[in-house]
């Protein structure tokens, strides 16, 4: 055993290595080595904003145009960035070059917070610069300062030696000349080059040229005052950002600056329909600096079916993406954008119905999918999300259970909302609810089954029916009394029927229908048919088929006041075999209201009727 030694407790500070640090940087900092041209560049607009702002507080009075420019030479590997901002001290190269991770920009923004808190400044965390070194063997930076200090060159080879010393440069900036390494050779082409300022400087606030060209939008429409932009603008702007295609149907601009700084315009795109197509649509900025196409990881799923732009410098991007759901910020701002939309749809259906309508089947698996996903947002437009109605037009929840609430009142008062699936099928069913005085509504999409049990589940006070899973006169009211059949009548008819259909899982209720052209139906309950749909979806996933039949348990309604059926009463005792056709006519009838027949038994169904024919001739 080993002897008991006393530990002796002591505090210490871990050291760094740092020059084990640099190549990690290098490697690990981003994941694209692209975006080296956004961290220089936004440097550059950085620099211009600074010597801006100090010029707007008169701490500076000189020419304070600004433009970084981004030039490249092939022959001798070099791409070089620079502007005529700020500029920098040696003092000040060392203080923030040298300290990695010390941010300059950072300091900036405090000294003059008490101004205006938010400068424009793009820089955060005092990485970016070394950035430039995933690219290159070594950097060079020549810089003269605002302030008239002598100009300063400092060139490191990414290794923690540097040096420093004076540079002839004569105009107030900064340049940055990076010299590329072997294998990032590939970025020494004007179409490369192009490309990447594209994508991530394209609406960044300072000119940006290359080529001869300014690239840049300065003055992107999310960043101006909503009630100064016009429609045309908004459309404009759409298709700037996603090509050439439909029009938006409408959209959303955001604009806040407390509790945190969020713009962006949200648009909805004419077609939702394909909910996974549309994806990655939304661009996400900080200070109108491209950061990514990938937003799931900031808004809720089913925003994320939404197009255009959201900039905000509140949303950290140097955090490991699973940890920005927790953010407080994120939620926050994730929230707002919900709510936002939420508001929309409700300004919409209040002051604009008529639109709104009209945008209804395009947007409507957005609003369900939201819904279904977020209960936030379910409580904020459930109240005006729209139900077609089967003869035209649209309705509310609330417009129905208003309408309908005497007509439609079902077991324990709730208000039963009819509807059919599929209009087609069911038009027998449909004109039977009609002839009765009820409504109905379509709900025909894949959402609908998910929408329908989200609803249920928050609204105690509704009931989805569908049209076909009870007969007309019991749709509202299962219970409800419907005039008594005889009852050695039923006996005889239930008799027959069992005998020719000859399947266990159909059940056979004679009842007397309103409707008496009607001589039988198949009716299957929407709590059966309900809990079918549900196993299937889950067995779908195994592969099991045997689930399906379990639950094919239907019933056959035998309309007791239909012509043909009152004859099978009366010739019963006397013809037996023409009774059993009869009744095997009638099953046959009432299974194509819910599907096609199969080939033998529809050959079968036409040979019967031939004879049935005969007789009558
Ligand atoms: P950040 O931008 O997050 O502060 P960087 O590593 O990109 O970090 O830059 C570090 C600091 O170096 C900046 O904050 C700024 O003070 C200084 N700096 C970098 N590029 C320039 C430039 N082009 N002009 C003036 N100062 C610069
Ligand atoms: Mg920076």
């Known amino acids: ?110 000294k003059y917070k008490k101004d205006d808190a938010n400068s424009g400044i793009i820089g955060h965390f005092g990485l970016g610069f070394y950035s430039g070194f995933m690219v290159s063997e070594s950097v060079e930076i020549h810089t003269k300062s605002y302030t008239g200090a002598p100009a300063a060159h400092w060139t490191s080879d990414g290794s923690t030696k540097f040096t420093i010393d004076a ?24 179409g490369k080059i192009r490309e990447i300022l594209t994508k991530y400087c394209r609406f960044l606030p300072v000119e940006v040229e290359f080529d001869g060209q300014i690239i840049n939008d300065t003055h992107p429409t999310w960043i101006k005052t909503p009630s100064e932009v016009k429609d045309e603008e908004y459309k404009d702007f759409y298709q700037k950002l996603h090509g050439f295609g439909p029009e938006p149907l409408f959209w959303i601009h955001l604009n806040v600056d407390y509790p945190f700084r969020l713009t962006g315009i949200l648009y909805f795109p004419k077609i939702m329909h394909e909910m996974d197509i549309n994806k990655g649509q939304i661009q996400l900025y900080c200070q109108q600096v491209y950061v990514s196409n990938n937003v799931s990881d900031i808004l809720p799923e089913f925003l994320t079916l939404l197009r255009g732009v959201i900039d905000s410098p509140d949303i950290p991007l140097n955090v490991s993406r699973s940890f920005l759901q927790s953010d407080r910020n994120v939620k926050k701002i994730s929230s707002h954008i919900t709510k936002k939309i939420g508001d929309k749809l409700n300004e919409l259906y209040n002051n604009d119905r008529e639109n709104y309508e009209k945008y209804w089947k395009d947007i409507s698996p957005f609003v369900k999918y939201g819904m279904v996903t977020d209960e936030s947002f379910l409580d904020r437009v459930q109240d ?31 208000t039963i909302i009819l509807y059919t699936n599929d209009k087609n099928k069911q038009a027998t069913y449909l004109d ?18 998910h929408f329908i049990s989200m609803v249920e589940r928050k609204r105690s006070d509704i009931k989805f029916v569908r049209v076909d899973s009870n007969t007309v006169d019991k749709l509202i009211n299962p219970n409800a009394i419907t005039v008594e059949v005889n009852k050695e009548q039923a ?62 348990e239907s019933t056959l309604v035998v309309n007791v006041n239909n012509d043909l059926v009152r004859k099978i009463l009366i010739m019963e005792p006397t013809r037996p075999e023409l009774v059993k056709e009869l009744a095997e006519h009638i099953w046959d009838l009432a299974s194509m209201g819910q599907a096609p027949l199969n080939g033998p038994r529809m050959s079968a169904f036409m040979k019967r009727m031939n004879k049935l024919m005969a007789l009558i001739s």
Request: some cysteine; proline content about 1%.
């Open 432 to 449: 039977q609810v009609k002839e009765k005085g009820l409504k109905a509504v379509i709900l025909d999409h894949l959402i609908d089954n």
């Open 167 to 190: 540079s002839d440069k004569k105009e107030r900036g900064t340049e940055i000349i990076l010299h590329i390494d072997k294998d990032n050779e590939d970025f020494l082409e004007t």
């Open 491 to 552: 006996e005889v008819l239930e008799k027959v029927f069992k005998g020719a259909i000859n399947n266990e899982k159909v059940k056979i209720s004679v009842e007397n229908l309103t409707a008496t052209d009607i001589p039988g139906k198949i009716i299957v309950s929407e709590e059966s048919r309900r809990l079918k749909e549900m196993m299937r979806t889950m067995t779908m996933m195994q592969g099991d088929k045997s689930v399906d039949d379990m639950f094919d």
């Open 384 to 414: 005006v999300a729209l139900l077609e109605k089967t003869d035209g037009g649209f309705t509310s929840i609330k417009e129905y259970v208003e309408e309908n609430k005497e007509s439609n009142k079902g077991e324990g008062d709730k």
């Open 1 to 110: 055993m080993a002897k008991k030694e006393k530990l002796v407790s002591e505090t210490g500070e871990i050291s760094i290595h740092t020059e084990n640090i640099l190549p990690i940087i290098k490697k690990w900092l981003y994941a694209d080595h692209e975006i080296f041209l956004r961290e220089l560049v936004s440097n550059g607009v950085d620099a211009i904003s600074k010597l801006k702002h100090l010029a707007s507080l008169g701490e500076y009075s000189g020419d304070v145009t600004g433009k970084v420019t981004v030039t490249f030479d092939k022959d001798k590997k070099e791409i070089c960035v620079k502007d005529d901002g700020i500029g920098m001290t040696a003092e000040e190269i060392k203080k923030y070059i040298n300290q990695i991770a010390f941010s300059g920009a950072e300091e900036f923004v405090a």
